[in-house]
């Protein structure tokens, strides 16, 4: 097969003026060439950049590709082996031995079962936003602490313990933490996850990491499985709020429609999950010569996978580059997809629907409180794409 292929020479460090919501400008170019472009990793490495929606999906159902963080061949030193229990960067069988026991406790019914206590605690926000009064920052009035206070309640972690746990996660995702200062998050945060498993082991309540204390997961495999269904559940989901809500603020005709019908909110949430795709990218290598859209990826070979580009494929979606919350076309990418699929996508969208409703609902004088293009986005080096903040107004 021929190996003529469009050339990325990096990836983009920053969006297009104005395009808060839209993949940098070079990967849609990238696309526009075709779905699979050389790359050459930071470190030097050669790799390939997949921006095609097809591709992106047969990679992440092909065992040919590994998770493995050790495999990363993209920096010239070798990478140490993911730490006990952190399994997004695993392969079979160490990725089922931690995502098995927690499949359960994810499902669309259990996750259903959570709506009426997701409901209480969007009220208990919208209502102190209310007492406070416009304007407000939505990041920290409401996308943060919903998913926050969900996830922590699940997994148990105390009360009085929310708001220092939640500074450390996004200390280590947010893209702009000193190498120094992400170190000292990491470690406060392991030493932390460590003496709630302790506490957990002696003394178990109902939730999820006391319920996998009663099986033969270690301490340590707790603490990594805690950490990633910690990190993910909040970081992700408080991102999708606050640029969910952005994105509907700037396309009034698409927030009208769902104001006049509520019943739009299942469309409106897909819609928003494939149009903004937070989580952008993920990499796999490639174990042996594999072949991808009839070109071969060499074994070792590291490829970075675009889920932003992905869902905005005109090959696969009708007027990608558009919002619309009456879409009909499914089959985006933004949980992933193979064994990896998002544990916890639809708690995800139990939040996100409660969520939006309810602020939607409450305040339906909504509007930003300051120009479009003076809302700070988090930079390109974060894994999540969000906001720093969103200062919002309304009639009070």
């Known amino acids: 097969m021929s190996e003529s292929l469009h050339t990325v020479t990096s990836l983009p460090t920053e969006r297009r003026p104005g395009c808060p919501f839209d993949p940098p400008a070079e990967l849609v170019d990238a696309g526009r060439h075709g779905p699979i472009s050389r790359y050459t990793h930071p470190g030097g490495k050669p790799g390939r950049l997949i921006t095609g929606h097809d591709l992106v999906r047969s990679v992440l159902a092909d ?9 990363l061949n993209v920096v010239d030193f070798e990478l140490p082996p993911a730490p006990p229990g952190e399994f997004l960067l695993m392969d079979e069988p160490r990725h089922s031995r931690y995502r098995k026991p927690l499949v359960g406790k994810f499902t669309a019914r259990r996750m259903r079962l959570l709506t009426e ?14 007492e406070a009064g416009p304007p407000t920052d939505l990041v920290t009035a409401f996308a943060k602490p919903i998913p926050t206070i969900v996830i922590c309640e699940l997994l148990g972690v105390p009360y009085e313990d929310r708001e220092s746990f939640q500074e450390q996660i996004d200390a280590f995702m947010n893209g702009e933490t000193s190498d120094e200062d992400l170190v000292a998050a990491y470690t406060a945060t392991q030493n932390y996850l460590a003496e709630l498993v302790a506490a957990k082991r002696a003394n178990p309540t109902d939730d999820v990491l006391s319920e996998l204390t009663d099986s033969d997961l270690t301490d340590e495999e707790l603490q990594g499985i805690s950490l990633i269904l910690l990190a993910a559940g909040f970081d992700t989901t408080a991102n999708m709020l606050s640029l969910g809500t952005f994105a509907l603020l700037q396309h009034p005709a698409q927030l009208a429609a769902l104001r006049a019908d509520p019943t739009l909110i ?4 897909e819609e928003l999950l494939r149009y903004l795709s937070v989580a952008k990218s993920f990499m796999r290598t490639a174990l042996v010569d594999v072949e991808v859209g009839g070109h071969t990826i060499e074994a070792g070979t590291t490829v970075v996978l675009s889920y932003h580009t992905a869902n905005r494929d005109p090959e696969r979606f009708t007027d990608p580059h558009a919002l619309d919350i009456h879409r009909r076309e499914g089959g985006h990418l933004a949980f992933g997809h193979g064994i990896h699929l998002c544990l ?9 629907r409660v969520a939006l409703s309810r602020l939607l609902q409450r305040f339906p004088t909504l ?26 107004t309304w009639d009070a």
Do not use: Y
Not at 63 to 71: A, D, G, H, T, V
Not at 266 to 269: K, N, Q, Y
């Open 63 to 71: 065992p040919r590709f590994s998770s493995r963080k050790e495999l």
């Open 117 to 130: 206590r997701i409901e209480q605690i969007t009220t208990d926000c919208l209502d102190a936003m209310e």
């Open 266 to 269: 299942d469309g409106a949430v």
């Open 344 to 352: 916890g996508q639809q708690l995800a969208r139990v939040e996100m």
């Open 367 to 392: 509007r930003l409180a300051v120009p479009a293009e003076d809302v700070a986005l988090r930079p390109e080096a974060a894994d999540i794409h969000g906001v720093k903040s969103l200062p919002v």
